[in-house]
């Protein structure tokens, strides 16, 4: 089976940077995901990390250790628009379905 | 279409009654997946179909369940003698390639009352 865990809650400040942590266990590993998720809408794409490492993508990063099945989010310069839920999603090897966390909500303060 | 269109946007049924949720995938896209989100939690996943098969329906609930995707496009959602636990977002998302992510709707709102 698959277990991820995140934090339920964060609070930052406009222009700050936050990271967001993701650990999982999986019997199957082939990749995991950041979506984002403003209240009362879809979750949208942000990042795909199979290998180790950190991904760059504008404001938002992603890193993984697939040897310690860690990840994170980080986001700087922070902005009021991304106060909203993230979402860690780990995809399994063996059906390719991808599993997601609760969430984090984060708070933006001005 | 531009995007994964579902309908209706929110539904309000009494308990007992039978509900269908459509799903219309983007063009082309040949993974369906169906997910319930409940207020404050992740997406947790129903079913899921590649083409008009439908290769894993683990994550439905009970036999009140039912979903399919006869012609490889759109996919409905059934969901028969609803109750209030029922009460949940249903999303669904689509995908061109097993590797890639996914491209979510913007979600069926049910209320069972």
């Known amino acids: 089976g698959q277990n991820i865990d995140q934090p339920t809650e964060m609070t930052a400040t406009e222009g700050a940077i936050v990271q967001i942590n993701c650990t999982y266990q999986?019997?199957?590993?082939?990749?995991l995901f950041w979506y984002q998720q403003h209240a009362g809408e879809a979750p949208t794409f942000l990042s795909y990390?199979?290998?180790?490492g950190l991904e760059e993508k504008g404001r938002f990063s992603s890193f993984l250790s697939r040897s310690k099945g860690y990840s994170y989010l980080l986001l700087k310069e922070l902005q009021m628009k991304d106060s909203a839920s993230y979402l860690c999603?780990?995809?399994?090897?063996?059906?390719?379905?991808?599993?997601f966390g609760k969430g984090t909500r984060l708070h933006i303060l001005p | 279409g531009a995007g994964v269109s579902q309908s209706p946007r929110y539904k309000v049924a009494k308990r007992g009654q039978d509900v269908a949720l459509r799903c219309d995938p983007i063009?082309?896209?040949?993974?369906l997946f169906w997910y319930q989100q409940a207020l404050g939690q992740g997406p947790e996943f129903l079913t899921y179909?590649?083409?008009?098969?439908?290769?894993?329906k683990s994550g439905l609930p009970s036999d009140r369940f039912f979903a399919e995707r006869p012609e490889g496009s759109v996919s409905t959602l059934k969901i028969q003698r609803t109750q209030q636990e029922d009460s949940a977002v249903y999303l669904c998302?689509?995908?061109?390639?097993?590797?890639?992510?996914?491209?979510f709707g913007s979600g069926t709102r049910l209320t069972v009352v």
């Open positions: 998302a689509s995908s061109f390639r097993r590797n890639n992510g996914y491209t």
């Open positions: 999986t019997s199957g590993f082939n990749g």
């Open positions: 990390n199979v290998l180790d």
């Open positions: 999603a780990v995809r399994d090897s063996r059906d390719d379905k991808i599993i």
């Open positions: 063009s082309g896209h040949v993974s």
């Open positions: 179909f590649q083409n008009e098969a439908q290769l894993d």
